[in-house]
Every structure is written in structure tokens, then in C-alpha cells.
């Protein structure tokens, strides 16, 4: 049974009290949270519903069997997507509990920041991308597929700020201080442009409008850094007794201790200040510990020796579902796992959408479709599909458990 109508915007009033209360002047408000479609406000937050919205979506629950770095080895000590976005969000609240920052908008694009991986990592992004490009529909970006698939696709009618820290997060770039610039506009035009602009590779970049979406993008790294290396160590490729020594002597000997370390800095650091950063000397050891790990990790001999076959599975996938496609074979996996399967998804919501001829994705070019269909696959159901076009596509990776 529903609150009633007074009940409601009295609690809704209530926590907006509280918001200005105990949130820091540079903090988001919740009376921001603006959605492309506007809807009839409740109790609860909007970055609270957005954060269930993730979760509950189709993408969220692909994270279980997207790899987040050892896609070359099977085992259950490493960890996925989903353990990523997890620590991502339990550290970002923590910190913005203490710099006074909204937890619930941080919370959010901490669980939908990587809703656009591709299955294998960085390494399925980069083929894919240049799979797009040779295609002619642009490149192809995580944060970009992340704002994409939840906004379009899946249709979830997220709040602009949560778009705007997926969209602008980057944990690949690293820098000493990002500030929040107040002259830079948060806006749904804004927002469009810069994401079709990351697409055709005008920007590499974008500035993250709030300062809880600069949060998000400094513990991206500060989840995955340390703990690729503990991933490592259980997998028997490198020990933390391998790192670099003043790596050791500023940040730590151990995952524990790498992370309080840069979660401390960046709170002494980011203070009561309308920016995120690091020191000096800590900055300097996580970007030397991000060489360490490029070199010992994310470009293992072992891992180069399968991306050929993954190569040549994408473009595999690529020319059979873009074929039934151009055939409408209904019956292909493109339709009935991916067309179809989103839009009864989405009826609920938009009933009016009562057909696929009537769905708006379907507007779009058959490369778009394609290319959004492979890159929202699990790692495992990618080998599935290719392997049952072609036997020699069949990866069979190490196990360790």
C-alpha cells in the first residue's frame, strides 16, 4: 500500500532538510536529480532509486561472468565486474561520508560505471572499437556502451547526475587533482554531445560535472590497482614482494595497505576543497605501481597469445548476426537474446512500445544493434556462440581454483 501523497513529500522534505544539513557546499543535492522523462516523485531518494535501478537492470547481472583483467584463466579466486563495481561503491561511500559528499549519488555511478565492458576487458573494448571504426559507427567506450545500454537500451531513465559520473568516469587517466569546475554545465543536451563526441573520438576526456562523479573516478583505481595485484599473487604471476620499492615505502607491502593509503591521501588531500587529488609522493608511487602492473599484468605474454582468437571470434560473431539482421531470421540469438528479450523487458514501463517495429533501438543502424549485442555479452556466452559457429573458435582456458 502506497504512502499517502502528504506523508510522503513530508519524508521527501524531511531528507532534502537533512541533505543541506550535513552535505558538504560542494556536494550534489538530491533536488538534482533530473530525468529525461520526468516522474512522479516518492519518499525515497532519486540517487537511491537510481543506484536500484542498476541493479535490478539486465547489464547489472552480466557482470557476474565479465572478466574484470584474467580473462586467460579460469578461476574463482580472481575478480569479476561485479566484485569491482562492488568495491568501488563501498569504498566511494566511505570516503564520501567523510568529505561530506551525496553517498547515494556516489553509490550509484559506482554500480553503473562499468554496465558497457565488453567481455575480456580492455582488451575485448579495443578490438571491438576498432571492429566500429572499420565499420564506420565511431569507436567504441565502456563509459560510452555504460550510458548507452542503461539510457537507451534498457531504457532505465537514470538521473543526470549518475549519467553524467558514468559517462565522464576513466580509470585508465590518472591525475593529481581534478577540480569541479562550476562554469561547466550539467545539462541533457551537454551530456548527448559529449557522449557522441567520445564515440567519434572528438574527446578522449570528459570533466565530470560533480564532485561525487570525480570521487567515483579516483577509486575506480584505487579498487582495481592493488587488487589486480593480489589477483595476481593467488593466480601464482607476481608476489606484492615484486613491486617496485618506494612503491613499498609510500603505499605498502600488501592490498590492505595500498588501499588506506590512497584512501587516506585523498582525504587529506580533498578536505573541505571543491576538488579531488593525491599528494605528491603519492601520486607519483601509484603511477609508478600502474607501470609496475602494465608491464607484469595487463601485458602478460600468456593473455597476448589469446587475443587472435578473440579477434577473430568478434569479427565472426560480427558477420553472422549482422547477416540475420539483414535476413530478419527472428529465430537468431541477435533477436530473441538481445532485441527482444530488452524490449519485453521494458514494456512494463513504456507500454506503449507494443512491437519491435514500434521499439526506437530498432531505429538505429544494424551496426549499432551488432555492436551493442557483443559488447553486452558475459565472457562465457561469448565462447558459446562462437564455438557453435565454429568449432575452432573454442576456448578452453587453464583452471585454477
Known amino acids: 500500500m502506497p504512502l499517502s501523497p502528504d506523508l510522503a513529500k513530508n519524508i521527501q522534505n524531511f531528507l532534502h532538510t537533512q541533505e543541506k544539513q550535513i552535505l558538504s557546499p560542494y556536494a550534489c543535492q538530491s533536488s538534482l536529480g533530473i530525468r529525461k522523462i520526468p516522474e512522479s516523485s516518492t519518499f525515497r531518494p532519486v540517487f537511491v532509486r537510481d543506484g536500484d535501478r542498476i541493479i535490478h537492470s539486465l547489464s547489472y547481472a552480466r557482470y557476474f561472468d565479465k572478466t574484470q583483467v584474467f580473462f586467460w584463466i579460469k578461476s574463482d579466486l580472481h575478480q569479476h565486474r561485479m566484485l569491482h563495481v562492488q568495491l568501488v561503491s563501498k569504498l566511494g561511500r566511505v570516503v564520501a561520508s567523510v568529505l561530506g559528499l551525496n553517498q547515494d549519488l556516489v553509490e550509484a555511478i559506482a554500480l553503473g560505471h562499468d554496465i558497457g565492458h565488453p567481455p575480456f576487458g580492455h582488451d575485448g573494448e579495443r578490438i571491438l572499437s576498432d571492429l566500429c571504426k572499420s565499420k564506420g559507427i565511431g569507436s567504441y567506450h565502456h563509459n560510452y556502451g555504460s550510458v548507452w545500454f542503461l539510457q537507451e537500451v534498457e531504457r532505465q531513465n537514470l538521473t543526470l547526475p549518475v549519467l553524467d559520473g558514468i559517462l565522464c568516469h576513466n580509470g585508465e587517466s590518472h591525475h593529481q587533482k581534478i577540480a569541479l569546475e562550476g562554469s561547466l554545465p550539467l545539462s541533457w543536451d551537454q551530456l548527448n554531445k559529449e557522449r557522441e563526441e567520445l564515440r567519434m573520438e572528438n574527446i578522449r576526456e570528459i570533466q565530470p560535472k560533480t564532485l561525487e562523479g570525480i570521487l567515483v573516478r579516483y577509486i575506480d583505481v584505487v579498487s582495481y590497482i592493488s587488487r589486480d595485484i593480489l589477483d595476481a599473487e593467488?593466480?601464482?604471476?607476481?608476489?606484492?614482494?615484486?613491486?617496485?620499492?618506494?612503491?613499498?615505502?609510500?603505499?605498502?607491502?600488501?592490498?590492505?595497505?595500498?588501499?588506506?593509503?590512497?584512501?587516506?591521501?585523498?582525504?587529506?588531500?580533498?578536505?573541505?576543497?571543491?576538488?579531488?587529488?593525491?599528494?605528491?609522493?603519492v601520486f607519483e608511487a601509484l603511477q609508478e605501481l600502474y607501470r609496475f602492473n602494465l608491464d607484469h599484468i595487463y601485458l602478460h605474454e600468456e593473455k597476448e597469445t589469446v587475443l587472435p582468437l578473440i579477434t577473430r571470434a568478434i569479427h565472426t560473431l560480427w558477420d553472422k548476426y549482422y547477416q540475420d539482421l539483414m535476413d530478419e531470421n527472428r529465430d537468431s540469438k541477435i533477436y530473441t537474446d538481445h532485441i527482444d528479450f530488452n524490449l519485453r523487458m521494458i514494456q512494463d514501463r513504456y507500454p506503449e512500445i507494443n512491437s519491435h517495429q514500434k521499439y526506437p533501438y530498432l531505429q538505429n543502424s544494424p551496426e549499432i544493434i551488432v555492436r551493442d549485442f557483443i559488447s553486452g555479452m558475459t565472457d562465457q556466452y561469448f565462447w558459446n556462440l562462437a564455438s557453435e559457429i565454429d568449432p575452432s573458435l573454442s576456448f578452453h582456458p587453464e583452471s585454477i581454483y
Do not use: C, M, W
Open 234 to 281: 593467488h593466480l601464482n604471476i607476481i608476489k606484492f614482494s615484486d613491486i617496485p620499492d618506494n612503491v613499498k615505502k609510500v603505499l605498502g607491502t600488501t592490498n590492505r595497505e595500498i588501499i588506506d593509503s590512497l584512501i587516506t591521501d585523498i582525504i587529506s588531500e580533498s578536505y573541505h576543497q571543491p576538488y579531488i587529488g593525491y599528494s605528491d609522493a
